[in-house]
């Protein structure tokens, strides 16, 4: 049996890195996935091409998340293609590093926006349809760095933070409906993007790690599909680090 059998989730940010992970792992749990990105259009193409050879209906919506109409009109087309929403994977985040005294009024607004606004707006966009369903589970994707902070990063941090509170909010106030809300905060995570740093930078900071390796895309995947699945029915409101045990 598989863990997502007939379900349909959507999934913010899978053309690349940790969410493309999450989409393959939950069409590989016979979840049927509905993904967003904002530009990179032959990627989106070749997603749906893989996610559709495991046996599931794939979709790609290209748009940015931290535009409240455009996120409520997708989850509108998806209910009326698919019938229903059952989990939701907020992903999509950039980074726009500074340090303060340097960070743009631009760099802060952008990064707030597409990290922490973009999460009220997807959670608005379905919220409707669990409550009428009476379940639902909505993974945020956080970071460490919005449970430790980090110089150079305030607005990514902030934006990370944000999304913890959201979580337990959210979670409070849709429990009695069977509606789960949860935040993942990965730590290191390896990904196309770490592969262009300095290997002996990127050495130094496995060396650092207790598990002593950097966190793969199917590290967080495996953990996004435990919150997703009815194994973490008891679970809510709850932040899990996947961090080979950083911030121990
Ligand atoms: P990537 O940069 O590899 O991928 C980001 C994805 O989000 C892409 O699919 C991108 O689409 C999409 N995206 C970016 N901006 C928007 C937008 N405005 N609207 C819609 N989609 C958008 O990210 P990672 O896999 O590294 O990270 C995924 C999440 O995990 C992020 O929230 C990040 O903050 C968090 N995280 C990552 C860590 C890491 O070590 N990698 C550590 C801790 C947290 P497109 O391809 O079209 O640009």
């Not at 989730?9 to 899978?14: F, R, Y």
């Not at 290209?62 to 087309?77: I, P, Q, R, T």
């Not at 973009?118 to 994707?141: E, P």
């Not at 592969?195 to 002593?212: F, H, N, S, Y």
Request: proline share 1%; net charge neutral.
């Amino acid at each position: 049996m598989k863990l997502l059998e007939n379900k349909v989730s959507i999934i913010t940010g899978a053309t690349r890195g940790i969410g493309k992970g999450i989409a393959e792992l939950f069409a590989d749990q016979g979840s049927h996935v509905i993904f967003t990105y904002v530009s990179s259009d032959e990627k989106a193409r070749e997603l749906e091409a893989e996610l559709e050879a495991k046996g599931v209906k794939a979709r790609g919506y290209k748009f940015n998340v931290a535009d409240y109409k455009a996120c409520e009109d997708m989850a509108a087309e998806v209910v009326k293609d698919f019938g229903s929403i059952d989990v939701v994977v907020n992903n999509a985040g950039i980074t726009r590093d500074n340090l303060l005294m340097r960070m743009s009024e631009e760099q802060w607004d952008e990064v707030i926006n597409t990290n922490l606004k973009s999460v009220f707006n997807m959670t608005k966009a379905v919220q409707r349809t669990m409550l009428k369903q009476r379940k639902g589970s909505i993974v945020n994707m956080s970071s460490v760095v919005g449970v430790k902070g980090n110089a150079g990063q305030a607005n990514y941090a902030a934006s990370k933070a944000g999304l913890l509170g959201f979580t337990k909010s959210v979670a409070l106030e849709l429990g009695s409906r069977n509606i789960r809300c949860n935040a993942i905060a990965p730590g290191f995570i390896e990904t196309e993007m770490t592969g262009a740093l300095d290997e002996a930078t990127v050495q130094g900071w496995r060396d650092a790690i207790p598990l002593k390796r950097g966190g793969t895309t199917e590290d967080v995947a495996n953990l996004a599909l435990f919150l997703a699945s009815d194994m973490s029915a008891y679970i809510t409101g709850q932040t899990i680090n996947v961090d080979g045990g950083m911030l121990t």
